[in-house]
């Protein structure tokens, strides 16, 4: 018993990786905005959406990782297989246009987070995109993973910068179990941006991409869900935090409505320097994570989905395709922030989340139909149960996209 | 550009039109039926009201991208389609192995070359010079045959014809295209055999294999050869090697098994789960089985752990004919050899001869006179860092390994001690 105990653990560290790292590389520079903002202007009230978010997470990753471990293709490739060239091309458009989109604003993050330490946007960004390309580029997958599972730890910044606010405990807990639902327009504005941005479509394919990477089989599957539903939480942990420090730093003196996530930062600045300090932390580490993670999946999807020769572990010029489209995304990404003023940012930042609501239908529909195929995933389908909670959970979130996507879309005009 | 040739993406959607030239549907799909012949395009399914018919290639008069004209009424409804292999749905889109450019592709398009066959006799033919045949040239990947893809339907084929050509083509040619099929059964009435596989080179072939899914995998090396499976499963990554040999039927496993040098049939088995690596052992050849289980005693980092036990001793006392004797008798051997070893009465190892010493002698010289100066050798509870900087220090190609009555019990080669190194 204490031998298959440990053999378990053995085998889930040996595991460990991909779906662990897309759950916590979801609170990016975006998230943490969107929860900073949550946090100051509501306080504790929003809590309550955290535990719906993880079981809508874990589904959705769940089914990603299954299909990744039995049947070792990726998720673009199952798509180009089951649907055909030209839907996979569409889908394919759509996801490089909405991870630039992403990816712009995490290098905004990084940005402003080290504006937080008074480094120029002009040195920082050119820096890190630079950083970020080699590191893929001259590294290789396994050193890489290594790298992300050790910025995972930096996460814990928020933690520590959430209980040095020294917030109302005893609200959080209550309201963290207690829906609130208020018919006040921004409430529910917050509500579903929440929710809306919880579940982004390079998180299905990266997960797919790296169990299949990682060579996980239906043997260690088991693990491998464990440590699906594990990072699940580890990012509503964070989340919670995150809006815990907000509510004790700016809603119980003055509610507001911020407008970034380092304005956030500077408001923790009188609870301490600590305080302060982690909170740009955790947002640079966040935004550099995603920067890293977005360009690669992006270049992997693609190339997979429309049959090109892709990986790091290939040279330039036997995957030509794949190095310029990793490349070309990351310049884009980060000459954007350097030449577009702020504002024109936000709005390629807001429109790329329009083309997001527009994409997230397709690939979780796509998910659950391809999830269903006997001849690929033979007794690994889905139960009846579990395929009537993953559609309404794909209801769900598909739902509250749109009219995410349509708050964004009324302010865009 | 000559008509010559016909794209998959063309065929699809053309319409059909009988000896009268009414239009009786469009074409769906289009199969080939590999018992028959390996490249023709044996039937094509075509779509009319609500129910898919069969066209015979015999029924056809002719081909070109106006559409195609039959020459015989009777049409069979489709229904079973057991031994076809069919182009829009087991070829477009899936993945196929490159034989000759040794890597994994996804099919785009399809091009199909329009012969005449002769007519054969029958008289019906539309025209003269006898009937169309569509057979299939090559797999199109790349991207002219998906800026092909996209654009069917939108623009006429011979509008995508001329746009497209500007774009190399990469296509690869029917004949090295390996489709791989999991299900035994559909392979044998497909046709479909793995022997294109054998003669790539086993460190592509497992790179090949890393790239697809566990099934097409366990597909592959149930079927390939066990030498060939054996060379190939030794370069490929630790983990997958567990998981292909677990998916195999043991006796098939203990084939491939079998053909590996016993340190690295040692080494696949370790990281086996221990009942997987004993029902594959059971049904091994004793002589193998016994050698591999010797080896699986010793700790993975030592001496014993890295060495083969396929060496070649001779008594101290042997000339060069007698070593020369033994090398004939062990041919399977020189691929890899260094050095024969020479040995007392009680097989205690004592002394070391390099082979290339064995070719500038007489057949009359001892051995003894040959061996090299010192007698450099490892224990077996040696630890791997020790071993590797013994080969580091004195330039060595192989080394001897001795238990602990000295008597020589296997040899370390330099190429274990590389990928010792690389998996550091």
């Given at each position: 018993m204490l031998k298959s105990l440990r053999s378990r653990i053995l085998i889930f560290l040996a595991v460990l990786g991909p779906g662990f790292i897309t759950a916590v590389v979801d609170n990016d520079a975006g998230g943490i905005y969107t929860y900073s903002a949550a946090g100051a202007e509501f306080g504790y009230l929003p809590l309550w959406t955290l535990l719906p978010i993880t079981v809508a997470l874990i589904i959705t990753q769940e089914m990603c990782s299954r299909m990744g471990a039995i049947t070792g293709k990726g998720l673009s490739d199952l798509i180009r297989e089951e649907f055909g060239l030209r839907i996979t091309f569409v889908m394919m458009v759509l996801l490089l246009l909405v991870n630039i989109g992403n990816l712009i604003a995490d290098f905004a993050g990084v940005a402003s987070s080290l504006g937080l330490f008074h480094v120029s946007r002009y040195v920082s960004v050119p820096l890190s995109a630079a950083a970020i390309w080699l590191l893929v580029v001259k590294g290789n997958y396994r050193s890489v993973e290594k790298i992300f599972l050790f910025a995972c730890?930096?996460?814990v910044s928020y933690v520590i910068s959430g209980i040095l606010v020294k917030p109302d405990w005893k609200e959080a807990a209550i309201y963290s179990v207690r829906p609130v639902l208020m018919l006040n327009g921004s409430y529910i504005e917050m509500l579903i941006g929440m929710v809306g941005t919880t579940i982004a479509p390079w998180m299905q394919f990266y997960l797919q991409a790296a169990v299949v990477e990682k060579g996980i089989t239906a043997k260690e599957y088991i693990e491998s869900r464990v440590e699906v539903i594990v990072g699940c939480f580890m990012t509503s942990i964070i989340a919670f935090f995150i809006i815990v420090a907000c509510s004790g730093a700016i809603w119980s003196t003055q509610p507001r409505r911020i407008e970034s996530a380092a304005e956030a930062a500077l408001a923790l600045k009188p609870f301490g320097q600590y305080a302060y300090l982690l909170f740009s932390a955790g947002l640079l580490n966040a935004s550099v994570f995603a920067a890293c993670i977005l360009p690669l999946s992006t270049a992997y999807s693609v190339c997979e989905g429309l049959g090109f020769e892709s990986g790091v572990n290939r040279r330039f010029q036997e995957a030509p395709i794949f190095y310029w489209l990793y490349t070309s995304v990351i310049v884009i990404g980060a000459t954007t922030v350097l030449l577009i003023p702020d504002s024109a940012q936000v709005r390629v930042i807001l429109i790329s989340q329009v083309i997001n609501g527009v994409l997230l239908p397709f690939v979780l529909i796509f998910m659950i139909l391809l999830v269903n195929k006997s001849g690929l995933l033979h007794e690994w389908v889905n139960s009846r149960t579990y395929n009537a909670i993953a559609w309404v959970t794909a209801v769900v979130m598909i739902g509250l996209t749109l009219a995410y996507t349509g708050i964004i879309f009324r302010g865009l005009r | 550009m000559a008509e010559s040739h016909l794209y998959f993406t063309e065929l699809l959607g053309l319409p059909v039109l009988d000896i009268r030239g009414r239009r009786i549907g469009r074409v769906r799909d289009a199969a080939i039926v590999p018992l028959v012949?390996?490249?023709?395009?044996?039937r094509f399914l075509v779509g009319g009201g609500w129910a898919w018919l069969t066209i015979r290639?015999?029924?056809?008069?002719s081909i070109s991208l106006d559409g195609i004209r039959l020459s015989d009424e009777l049409l069979t409804p489709y229904?079973?389609?057991?031994?076809m292999l069919r182009?829009?749905?087991?070829?477009?889109d899936q993945q196929i192995i490159d034989v000759n450019g040794r890597k994994v592709v996804r099919v785009n398009d399809v091009t199909f070359e329009i012969r005449s066959a002769a007519a054969?006799?029958?008289?019906?033919?539309?025209?003269?010079?006898g009937r169309n045949c569509l057979y299939v040239l090559e797999v199109d990947v790349g991207v002219r045959s998906i800026v092909r893809r996209l654009l069917q339907g939108a623009l006429p084929s011979r509008v995508i014809r001329r746009l497209q050509r500007p774009i190399p083509p990469n296509s690869i040619r029917w004949e090295f295209c390996n489709i791989v099929e999991p299900d035994p059964q559909r392979r044998l009435r497909l046709n479909?055999?793995?022997?294109?596989?054998?003669?790539?080179?086993p460190a592509d072939l497992a790179d090949i294999v890393e790239e697809l899914g566990p099934a097409e995998r366990e597909a592959i090396f149930e079927t390939i050869d066990s030498e060939v499976a054996a060379e190939a499963l030794t370069e490929i990554d630790p983990k997958m090697q567990a998981s292909i040999l677990e998916s195999l039927e043991p006796e098939k496993a203990a084939d491939i098994v079998e053909e590996m040098a016993p340190d690295e049939a040692a080494d696949v088995l370790k990281g086996l789960e221990e009942a997987t690596s004993e029902e594959i052992l059971e049904e091994m050849e004793v002589a193998p089985e016994s050698e591999v289980r010797e080896l699986l005693e010793?700790?993975?980092?030592?001496a014993g752990g890295m060495m083969n036990t396929e060496f070649i001793s001779l008594h101290e006392s042997a000339t060069v004919a007698d070593a020369m004797a033994a090398l004939k008798g062990n041919e399977?051997?020189?691929?890899?050899?260094n050095a024969v070893f020479l040995v007392d009465g009680d097989g205690r190892l004592t002394g070391t001869v390099p082979l290339a010493r064995l070719f500038v002698a007489?057949?009359?010289?001892?051995l003894r006179r040959l061996a090299t100066e010192t007698l450099i050798s490892a224990t077996v509870t040696e630890k791997q860092e020790e071993v590797t900087e013994l080969f580091d220090k004195y330039n060595l190609l192989a080394l001897p390994v001795v238990d602990e009555d000295g008597r020589l019990a296997g040899v370390i080669t330099a190429d274990d001690i590389i990928s010792v190194l690389r998996h550091q």
């Open positions: 730890v930096f996460y | 012949h390996p490249a023709r395009i044996d290639y015999d029924q056809v008069a229904h079973s389609d057991e031994y182009i829009g749905r087991d070829l477009l054969n006799g029958n008289g019906n033919g539309t025209n003269g010079n479909i055999s793995h022997e294109k596989l054998e003669t790539i080179h010793f700790k993975e980092d030592t399977d051997q020189l691929e890899s050899l007489s057949g009359a010289t001892p």
